[in-house]
């Protein structure tokens, strides 16, 4: 009878049975699953698609599928999603760089050359000596370096050897800036007829003869004449050569000046940038 009592005798509830009573309770339970799974695997995607826009377009599908919501719900159409990928790509860091946010600042930290840049007298002088100077470029970029005026250098050059490479005077004086050998060597030019490496040598050794003589006029005659001849006459020496010289690049120097204030003036007045 004990036995039978206690076979009757209501069983002592489980904590399974009230957690669980009926079917929408383990529906519920089965959507919370799902739920932190399309959660967790939206972070994970998120993790490896990181700013690039495509962890939302791909995460959120997956999750709305996840859990029983039809795509159609969505209403994403195509080109939505190329405008949102579109975006996406402009504020993008270029090359896995954060700081560059948006596509202008890309090109003009990544491509300074090809950001567009206002127009000022400094930019014309610099796109004058790349497009209207032979081996401009060069020169631009040596006196700039030797803080020195690139008309001033571009004039040396015409009036040493009219911009002809090879040439050789009687004083095996060679190339664009008429460069002495041995004077070469001691700047560093081992090839006088290389382009780069003349004028590299010709604008230091203008740079030491201002520096010494603290006169343009001066540095120029020294240039032509020697500084042996310098301090021998105190000054610009009454070499015909010389002095000729010295006003010839002179007036070089203020051709190529007026040149570019003239580009300049007219590119403002049509308000037409150099650099497009």
């Known amino acids: 009878m004990k036995l039978s009592s206690n076979r009757n005798a209501p069983r002592r509830p489980s904590p399974r049975d009230f957690r ?97 840049r206002e127009l000022t007298l400094d930019v014309a002088k610099e796109r004058f000596f790349s497009t209207e100077v032979p081996y401009g470029s060069i020169i631009y970029r040596e006196s700039v370096r030797n803080h020195l005026s690139p008309e001033l250098v571009a004039a040396v050059v015409e009036s040493e050897s009219d911009f002809r490479v090879h040439l050789v005077s009687g004083k095996n004086a060679r190339g664009l800036m008429q460069i002495i050998p041995e004077t070469g060597r001691l700047l560093g030019c081992e090839h006088p007829f290389a382009p780069t490496e003349n004028i590299t040598a010709g604008t230091k050794y203008l740079r030491y003869l201002l520096d010494r003589f603290g006169d343009q006029s001066v540095a120029l005659a020294a240039y032509n004449a020697g500084e042996g001849s310098i301090e021998r006459f105190g000054g610009i020496p009454p070499f015909a050569e010389t002095q000729n010289y010295v006003r010839r690049v002179a007036s070089r120097m203020h051709q190529y000046r007026e040149r570019i204030h003239n580009r300049y003036i007219a590119s403002v007045r049509m308000n037409t940038p150099l650099m497009q």
């Open 20 to 116: 669980v009573i009926c079917d929408c309770q383990r529906h519920a339970i089965h959507e919370r699953r799902l739920h932190r799974r399309a959660v967790r695997g939206m972070r994970i995607v998120g993790r490896h698609l990181q700013r690039r826009g495509i962890a939302l377009l791909v995460g959120v599908p997956i999750a709305f599928g996840a859990i029983g919501i039809p795509i159609e719900a969505m209403d994403v159409s195509i080109p939505l999603l190329r405008s949102i990928s579109d975006g996406a790509r402009d504020t993008a860091p270029a090359r896995s760089l954060p700081i560059f946010t948006t596509r202008k600042i890309r090109d003009t930290f990544l491509d300074p050359e090809s950001a567009p």
